[in-house]
């Protein structure tokens, strides 16, 4: 296991940002410094692995829930997802957690713009 990545050792250089809902605050975390293959979503003081999304070099793209995470709603897990690839790719996600209707009678997610990525799993 790579220094970085040890129980108790910081992620220096590892943290791509964060996000939140309105229960939690999720964490990714890349899976190195340098041109990373994969990424994590973690969340809790224990570091609960929410979601992995591997193969962002080869284009082959999966997503691996963790065990609790798994039974969640579909919309759930696309606002996770799109919100880690946000946070991956910007270090910041600008749209808001899934929600009830806004103004226009939309959910946040049929309102928010959409860049499409399909994960295998």
């Known amino acids: 296991m790579p220094e970085a990545t040890q129980p108790g050792k910081p992620d220096t250089g590892l943290i791509r940002g964060v996000f939140r809902d309105d229960l939690r605050q999720y964490k990714v975390r890349a899976s190195s410094p340098d041109a990373p293959d994969s990424f994590q979503v973690i969340t809790g ?12 070099n080869s284009g082959d793209l999966k997503a691996t829930w963790g065990p609790f995470w798994r039974s969640h709603k579909p919309n759930w897990k696309i606002w996770v997802e799109e919100s880690a690839f946000r946070v991956f790719y910007n270090g910041s996600n600008r749209v808001p ?15 928010a713009s959409v860049s499409w990525r399909f994960c295998d799993g």
């Open 45 to 56: 003081e224990r570091e609960d692995i929410v979601l992995i999304i591997s193969g962002l």
């Open 97 to 111: 957690g899934p929600a009830g209707p806004n103004a226009m009678g939309q959910t946040q997610l049929e309102s």
